[in-house]
C-alpha cells in the first residue's frame, strides 16, 4: 500500500468522507483544456448539464458478429457537458430477438432507472451491451425503452455511414465521432469532471 492509501486508511470515516470530497473539489477544479473546434464540429464542454435528449434523424447502425442488429433514422441522443452524444434507438428499429436481459440495473439522476441487455447471436454473447430506462425521468419520457449500445461492446457502430470511437471506460456509452470534441469523460482521473 502507498503512503497516500496508508494515511487515507488510517482516517475516522467522517475524516475519511472530507478528505474524499476535497480530492474531487480539487479533481473537479482541473477543467481540462477544451479541444479546438473545427467547421462542423460541436464540443461535449458547450453540452448542457443536465443532460438533454434530442430527436435524432442522423442514420444509425449496430453490427455485431457480422449482422446488423439495429438501424435507424429515428430515436433520440442524448448530450451532457463533457460526454459524447449516447443514441437511443426506437424498439422497433433493434432486433429484439438477440436481446436478453441481463441482472445489471444503474440509476441516472436526469434519465432514470437503466436496465441493461446481454446481446446474443448464436454461440457469441456480448453482456451487457445495450442499455433502456422503461421508467424514465419525465425529461427522457420520449426514449422510454429505447435501447443504447456501448460501441465498445459490439463489432461496429455508425453514425451517417462514419464508424465511430467508443467512449473510454467502462461506463459511459457515447458514440465518438469526427462531428465531437473533447476531452471526454471516461479515461482514468476524469470522474470529477
Not at 448530450?79 to 432486433?95: K, L, N, Q, R, T
Not at 467502462?170 to 482521473?189: L, N
Amino acid at each position: 500500500m502507498d503512503m497516500a492509501g496508508a494515511k487515507l486508511e488510517s482516517l475516522s470515516f467522517p475524516a475519511l468522507a472530507i478528505s474524499r470530497a476535497r480530492a474531487s473539489l480539487e479533481a473537479m477544479a482541473q477543467h481540462p483544456h477544451r479541444d479546438p473546434i473545427g467547421p462542423g464540429q460541436e464540443s461535449v464542454w458547450d453540452f448542457p448539464r443536465p443532460a438533454r435528449l434530442e430527436a435524432n434523424t442522423r442514420h444509425l447502425r449496430v453490427e455485431f458478429c457480422g449482422r446488423v442488429v439495429a438501424e435507424t433514422r429515428g430515436g433520440f441522443r442524448a448530450i451532457e457537458a463533457s460526454h459524447p452524444p449516447a443514441y437511443y434507438f426506437p424498439p422497433e428499429d433493434v432486433d429484439l430477438s438477440l436481446l436478453v436481459p441481463a441482472s445489471r440495473r444503474t440509476l441516472c439522476e436526469w434519465k432514470g432507472g437503466a436496465v441493461y441487455h446481454d446481446l446474443v447471436l448464436g454461440a457469441q454473447i456480448s453482456q451487457e451491451a445495450g442499455w433502456s430506462y422503461p421508467r424514465p425521468t419525465p425529461d427522457f419520457e420520449a426514449a422510454r425503452d429505447h435501447i443504447a449500445f456501448y460501441a465498445s461492446r459490439v463489432d461496429a457502430c455508425f453514425v451517417d455511414g462514419e464508424r465511430v470511437v467508443p467512449q473510454e471506460g467502462g461506463f459511459y456509452g457515447g458514440w465518438i465521432t469526427s462531428g465531437v470534441v473533447g476531452p471526454f469523460k471516461g479515461p482514468p482521473g476524469t470522474m470529477g469532471w
